[in-house]
């Protein structure tokens, strides 16, 4: 199958930077989108950003312009650098791979915290 390794999490102050990975591997035949996803307490998981395997990216409004969304497809890893950080970017933060093993469906990675003290 397919398993999603992430890394970087982590504790930072208002106003820094922190860098996700998401290393894929696994009987893979293709990735098409990678993508990060975040979830705070009480509240739903949401999308933070995607990038296609053609490198198209969208981002939630909320933090265009602070996150940066990216691929090494040799690797099969994704990144997230997250700038300017805000307390309410804290959440748990997965990541998401339409793969094809067999067929195309969606992976999930275990999650990795990140926490913005102000």
């Known amino acids: 199958q397919v398993q999603l390794v992430e890394s970087g999490g982590g504790l930072v102050q208002a106003g820094g930077s922190l860098r996700l990975s998401c290393a894929a591997s696994?009987?893979?035949?293709?990735?098409?989108?990678m993508a990060w996803y975040r979830q705070a307490p009480g509240k739903q998981r949401e999308l933070v950003a995607a990038i296609s395997s053609g490198g198209s990216t969208n981002y939630a409004d909320s933090v265009k312009g602070r996150f940066t969304i990216s691929r090494d497809a040799a690797k099969r890893t994704v990144y997230l650098q997250m700038n300017s950080l805000k307390p309410e970017d804290t959440a748990v933060y997965y990541c998401?791979?339409?793969?094809?093993?067999?067929?195309?469906?969606?992976?999930w990675g275990q999650g990795t915290q990140v926490t913005v003290s102000s």
């Open positions: 998401n791979a339409d793969a094809v093993v067999v067929l195309a469906r969606d992976y």
């Open positions: 696994g009987s893979i035949r293709r990735i098409n989108a």
